[in-house]
């Protein structure tokens, strides 16, 4: 009898037990399935898509093909359709810093940018930009704005006038430098912006320091903008410069290193695409990065 006693309160206590036990997996299981799915919601709010950054140069009215940079009007249209389309964002630079700043960027957020301030900007990129009202950094090569030119050169670029124009009329366009007169390579296929063989250190910084400067406040006084940002010429860039460029209050240093940029994306080393074709496919695989 006893035993049976003994036995009835075990299987109590065991029912107890077991219950006791369901009870507990199902909760933690339950618990951590929700865990799980803030986690996954969490991650993906702070950790959207990057962002992309794109470098044009020259854009062309003739419907030819074209070499070097220049891309054909008809090709650089589909392409921001293509960006409209798909409910990609533009960022300028202001607005670049300040999701930067929040830890995340849009979703699908490109930035537009183009080199060396050519005319052709003003007569065929602009006014397709202006239609969708996207974002673009323009960085001109200051020394070669018409008036500072010192010689011919083989393609128009933009005056002051038509920059402040531009951002007047649309309030879509930011500024930045692609150095005054480094964007060359000399005799000995060494680029402007590195130190020359000749040259002492002291005055290597000097002469970078002087042009990153005399173009800062160059376009700043003729545009109104503060200029913060800075594009290498040909990406080509090294330590000391990078250091001169900061001294010299450029925030933002663009390269020509592909790559997408997330928020931890150092600002001194800012990776873009070059989109040196009309390609459809290779401009998705450009954005397919992020
Ligand atoms: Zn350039």
């Known amino acids: ?18 219950v006791g036990l369901l009870i507990i997996i199902f909760c933690t299981c339950v618990t951590k399935l929700e865990n799980g799915k803030v986690a996954a919601s969490t991650q993906e709010d702070e950790n959207p898509s990057g962002l992309i950054v794109l ?20 090709d650089f249209k589909q392409q921001m359709s293509y960006l409209h389309e798909n409910n990609y964002q533009t960022l300028g630079l202001k607005e670049f810093l300040a999701y930067r700043e929040k830890g995340a960027f849009p979703k699908k957020s490109v930035m537009i940018t183009f080199d060396d301030g050519y005319k052709n900007f003003m007569d065929f990129a602009y006014p397709v930009l202006k239609e969708y009202k996207f974002h673009s950094v323009i960085f001109p090569i200051v020394g070669l704005t018409p008036g500072l030119a010192k010689e011919d050169v083989w393609n128009e670029h933009l005056t002051f006038h038509d920059l402040r124009l531009m951002d007047a009329e649309s309030g879509l366009i930011d500024i930045g430098s692609h150095t005054y007169g480094l964007h060359y390579y000399d005799d000995k296929g060494q680029a402007a912006i590195n130190l020359r063989r000749d040259e002492s250190m002291a ?45 010299m209050g450029y925030q933002m240093l663009f390269t020509l290193v592909k790559g997408v940029v ?29």
């Not at 035993?3 to 037990?17: A, Q, Y």
């Open 1 to 18: 009898m006893k035993k049976w006693i003994f036995s009835g309160r075990i299987s109590k206590v065991n029912i107890f037990l077991v």
């Open 55 to 74: 470098v044009y140069h020259g854009i062309s009215g003739e419907n030819k093909e074209l070499g070097g940079a220049l891309l054909k009007i008809e």
């Open 203 to 247: 005055a290597y910084k000097a002469r970078v320091g002087k042009d990153l400067n005399v173009s800062k406040e160059l376009l700043e006084l003729e545009t109104g903008q503060n200029v913060i940002a800075l594009a290498w010429p040909y990406g080509v860039t090294n330590r000391t410069a990078v250091k001169v460029a900061k001294n």
């Open 262 to 290: 997330t928020c931890d994306t150092p600002l001194e080393r800012i990776p873009r695409y070059a989109v040196n074709s009309g390609s459809m496919e290779e401009f998705k695989k450009i954005l397919a990065s992020m």
